[in-house]
């Protein structure tokens, strides 16, 4: 029986979810925009012109255009509070040096990343005085029109090596947040798991080692308890779908059950689940030119150690109710 969002929802329970409704509504909303813009003659010059400089502009790999008034939006502080998302450090962390955070578990959409560092939602640039932690997203989210420059304004860049490269070069306290799992892992992502795909990715390692910056692993508690999921098993026909279009596009499509506005049985937006964001101790890397695998393992086994152990610490606290320990699946 589907169970209905009662009446005598307090108001502040009501702005929560708008504010989760208008973020998942993001990118519908300037696609619709777009199109209508496409749609009417009169727009036409303007969107000739915006494309030719959307395809020539490099803002995306330099982190730039970030807006403190679009990030301290009351509305992120609603949205914050649905969850409720939290962030725990575990150290200070000086800000006269640059930082690689690595975002864990990926989870659906990895919407405890947005909240807690695209956002000031949770106050992330009071807990980390002095530094500038830009979240880092897909490239091809920014060859979308709108949608880019609406990601930009929360300081969001692309994942490329050479946008993260130019932010750590920026100065003392610019930082890099990257969900190392990426699109494969969010395929793994089940409630009460903790799967991570990271054995093999030396790639962040790198570009920490390039630029001098400490390697800072974040496990976030709750991230993968926010949607159900189909389950895909390798071999399935929906297993291969998921998978080419990982391919093809660089993304994936896990097909996920949230919550409505009005029924909290199904729906696309996510479920109240507390996420704790637990940001571990700085791993101080050697600067490197050009490291090999080899030389990243030595940091990578470090990390992959730390992870394990703010899982250890943790894990009764904020996953009491877990179906399995932290696991790195590949």
């Not at 690689?100 to 005085?129: C, D, K, M, Q, R």
Request: charged share 20%; aromatic share 14%; net charge positive.
């Amino acid at each position: 029986m589907v169970e209905f969002a009662p009446l005598n929802v307090p108001l502040q329970r009501r702005r929560q979810t708008l504010s989760v409704f208008l973020w998942a509504s993001f990118l519908p909303i300037c696609l619709t925009s777009f199109l209508l813009c496409l749609s009417i003659p009169i727009f036409w010059p303007l969107m000739i012109i915006y494309l030719i400089w959307a395809y020539f502009d490099k803002a995306p790999r330099e982190g730039s255009r970030k807006s403190e008034w679009m990030r301290r939006l009351p509305l992120w502080r609603w949205f914050v509070e649905f969850f409720p998302i939290q962030i725990v450090k575990e150290a200070e962390l000086d800000p006269k040096h640059n930082y690689l955070f690595g975002y864990h578990p990926h989870g659906i959409i990895a919407v405890g990343a947005w909240g807690a560092f695209g956002t000031e939602g949770a106050n992330v640039s009071e807990v980390f005085p002095g530094l500038d932690i830009r979240l880092m997203t897909l490239d091809s989210n920014f060859n979308v029109p709108f949608y880019r420059d609406l990601l930009m304004s929360f300081g969001l860049a692309s994942v490329a090596r050479k946008s993260c490269n130019n932010i750590l070069q920026k100065g003392p306290g610019h930082s890099c947040m990257i969900v190392v799992g990426g699109a494969s892992e969010s395929l793994t992502a089940y409630r009460g798991t903790y799967n991570l795909i990271l054995k093999r990715r030396y790639g962040f390692v790198k570009v920490a080692m390039r630029n001098g910056a400490r390697l800072v692993p974040v496990l976030a508690f709750g991230e993968t308890e926010v949607y159900d999921q189909v389950k895909s098993k390798p071999g399935t026909w929906l297993h291969a779908i998921q998978q080419k279009i990982q391919m093809i596009f660089g993304f994936t499509t896990p097909i996920a059950i949230g919550r409505g506005i009005f029924v909290y049985d199904f729906g696309a937006l996510p479920r109240r689940c507390p996420i704790h964001i637990v940001v571990g101790k700085p791993i101080e890397v050697k600067q490197m030119d050009n490291p090999s695998n080899d030389d990243a393992k030595v940091y990578h086994e470090q990390y992959m150690s730390q992870l394990q152990e703010l899982f250890d610490k943790y894990k009764d606290t904020y996953a009491a109710d877990r179906q399995g320990d932290l696991v790195f699946v590949e």
